[in-house]
């Protein structure tokens, strides 16, 4: 087992960064007119953030494995995120920015072996249609 979105395979090494930090608790509060706190708590069901994060040393990509994961995040609609085993139907979040990562090109390396790290991947978890 490995980390995938859809048939592209990942590094295993890239972390879930916010696993843990996620809440499935949403909370609406607000004052009213008369200076009392309105609070309104509802169980989110989708929508929660998925951050898979690699660092400086370890999770390096190539181009063209950064290439694969550009045409996937711009295909759009529902993914299928298999996190060593658990699999998890995701959208790519746009507006936080999908794909994330530096580039380093060391000398003598050609297009397609160019290095690319700290790679960040981010998605939004949704119930299956």
């Known amino acids: 087992m490995g980390i995938q979105i859809d048939d592209i395979d990942l590094p295993n090494t890239l972390?879930?960064?916010n696993e843990f930090s996620r809440s499935g608790i949403t909370l609406n509060a607000e004052l009213s007119l008369t200076?009392?706190?309105i609070a309104e708590e509802s169980v989110q069901q989708s929508g929660q953030p998925i951050e898979l994060r690699g660092g400086p040393n370890?999770?390096?990509?190539?181009?063209?494995l950064m290439a694969a994961l550009r045409a996937n995040a711009d295909?759009?609609?529902?993914?299928d995120?298999?996190?060593h085993g658990?699999?998890?139907t995701v959208l790519w979040d746009a507006d936080r920015g999908a794909i994330e990562a530096e580039q380093r090109r060391p000398w003598g390396h050609t297009n397609d072996?160019?290095?690319?790290?700290s790679l960040v991947?981010?998605?939004?978890?949704?119930?299956?249609?």
């Open 81 to 83: 995120l298999n996190f």
């Open 113 to 117: 072996t160019i290095g690319y790290r």
């Open 75 to 79: 295909e759009g609609g529902e993914h």
């Open 15 to 17: 972390v879930f960064a």
């Open 86 to 88: 658990q699999h998890i």
């Open 58 to 64: 370890y999770a390096w990509v190539d181009r063209p």
């Open 35 to 37: 200076g009392k706190l």
């Open 121 to 129: 991947l981010r998605f939004l978890e949704v119930i299956p249609a």
